[in-house]
């Protein structure tokens, strides 16, 4: 399981900075994307140097609300913004460290999106998108006592946040005509009514995750956790001229020269491990037969 785990993270800092040097990234890019190597080496060496005889597995599953912030005023003043609720799933593993810190690592998907009225709201188009996610945070955790005999905590953690965008699909709804579905389509261009085509797009998108929540143990090795997480997104999603779709009043009035902003609540089972002490009861358990 280790040996799987530190050869995932070998793999996994190889790529990240093959693709760093590859991309064209802004300065925040590439400052968290810096962070994501850093903390990714890091985790390699926690692993070789023997810190993972303890850490946790687990999985979490959360509902999100993702809001659309524009890039320029004058798309901002002809466009009107709700949020898009969504969801989101991943596995966990971390990592305990000294004085009540630990490092988590993520990765999972998410279903977020956007939700864009213009033409002074006679057009509405309900976008939806689906991510593969990754994150890793540095945690500190707090003492906490609601109960006599229930082990609590509360914590706040903070890290980089990685998206891939991978597929898309929307809804664009008129006051004077029939509701029009579609699905996204990368790299391509077209007229099928069906289609969103979307060009010179960032499908790698960047965030700082800020989070707090709390945990409670239901078994001596075995915790609920709950965690309230904004993710501050950073990257746009392209530019002003990035989406077409073969209609004459929609043309121009779909940017995506903005990020998303997402505010997640989940909750999470977490296992945790020693291996130290399952080596110790195989010698004893042998010891014993013999």
């Known amino acids: 399981m280790v040996w799987a785990v530190s050869t995932f993270f070998n793999k996994l800092n190889g790529l990240l900075i093959g693709f760093f040097f590859w991309q064209n990234l802004s300065n925040f890019e590439t400052v968290i994307f810096r962070v994501l190597i850093i903390f990714s080496m890091l985790t390699r060496l926690s692993i070789s140097e023997g810190w993972s005889q303890k850490f946790s597995l687990g999985a979490k599953a959360g509902i999100l ?13 002809r466009s009107s913004v709700l949020p898009k609720l969504g969801f ?3 596995g966990i593993i971390d ?6 810190y630990s490092f988590q690592t993520e990765l999972g998907f998410s279903q977020q999106g956007r939700i864009i009225s213009f033409n002074s709201d006679q057009q509405i188009n309900n976008s939806t998108y689906y991510f593969a996610d990754m994150a890793m945070n540095l945690r500190k955790t707090f003492k906490l006592k609601i109960k006599e005999n229930v082990a609590t905590d509360w914590f706040v953690n903070i890290g980089p ?4 965008w991978i597929a898309g699909k929307g809804t664009i709804a008129t006051n004077y005509g029939i509701p029009q579905d579609y699905s996204i389509a990368f790299d391509q261009t077209g007229t099928a009514y069906d289609k969103m085509y979307v060009n010179n797009s960032n499908r790698w998108l960047f965030g700082l995750n800020l989070g707090f929540g709390f945990s409670a143990n239901t078994r001596k090795n075995q915790k609920i956790v709950t965690e309230i997480r904004l993710t501050w997104g950073q990257t746009y999603l392209g530019t002003n001229t990035s989406a077409y779709w073969n209609n004459i009043s929609f043309q121009g009035q779909e ?9 997640n609540f989940s909750v999470a089972y977490i296992l945790d491990k020693d291996l130290r002490l399952a080596k110790k009861g195989k010698t ?7």
Do not use: G, R
Request: with cysteine; net charge positive.
């Open 284 to 290: 004893t358990l042998k010891k014993n037969q013999k």
């Open 95 to 100: 990592f305990p460290l000294k004085k009540k």
């Open 88 to 90: 989101s799933v991943a």
């Open 255 to 263: 940017s995506l020269k903005c990020n998303l902003k997402v505010l």
């Open 65 to 77: 609300a993702a809001y659309t912030n524009f890039a320029d005023e004058t798309v901002k003043s």
């Open 161 to 164: 946040n990685i998206n891939y």
